[in-house]
């Protein structure tokens, strides 16, 4: 059988039905002293095993444990009703769920922790009616209940893995933006700095195609008049050799 929890009275407020609270122990008068192991075990009747109606309450208390909190330091208990459900009870709980919905403003689809607590009451309240009826019912639906909430508990580990996974692949994304922006501003100024160089470039080879330019032309300009002295030279030096060494009359 279940530990019972311990909690305060104000959590109390569920669609399952409970007994009336039962005083179970005082408290010395030392307030926060631990609990006894004695006093906080469930109280056992012999011949429990015998009588269906304490075998129907174990197995009720064994799905539904007994709710126990602290009060003015005293434990008070309150155990799961056993009382057989009629038709009106089913049609009450409807109507006790639909307000409930409605009073706490639960989300009709999607993802609603409120409306899963209230169902899951709703559920555990149908259990109870059922199991009062055929305890073998109870405790398959029970198989279910613990099945559904392990996968619950499954999908909620898996959502939670996959926001962390998307959260770091969203900074580690972002960060290889930011990267790939300090990359492009580098290859920019980069770019820039090639860009003077190439403009640097040309203007230097347009000088230096300039003075070759002129330099060629006073080179052509000096060649000219070099060759245009030197043939007159030599029509000069021809015509003298020419009057040396013609026949004299």
Known sequence: MEDME?????????????????????????????????????????????????????????ILPPRCWEEDGQLWQQSV???????????????????????????????????????????????????????????????IRDEIAMSMEAYETLYCSSVAFGMRKALQAHEEKEMLRDRVKTLELDKEALEEIIADMKLKQEQAERRNAELRVSEEKKFTEEITFLKKTNAQLKAQLEGITAPKK
């Not at 409306?115 to 899951?120: D, K």
């Open 81 to 143: 009703s056993s009382t057989p459900a009629t038709r009106q009870d089913v049609i009450n709980l409807q109507e006790m769920l639909d307000t409930r919905l409605q009073q706490t403003q639960a989300r009709e689809t999607g993802i609603c922790p409120v409306r899963r607590e209230l169902y899951s009451q709703c559920f555990d309240e149908i259990i109870r009616q059922v199991t009062i009826n055929c305890s073998e019912r109870g405790l398959l639906l029970l198989r």
């Open 6 to 62: 311990i909690t305060s009275v104000g959590q109390f407020q569920t669609l399952v039905r409970y007994n009336n609270p039962v005083l179970v122990v005082k408290h010395p008068e030392k307030k926060g002293a631990p609990l006894t192991e004695l006093e906080m075990k469930r109280p056992q009747t012999a011949g429990a095993l015998l009588d269906t109606k304490k075998e129907t309450e174990e197995i009720l208390n064994s």
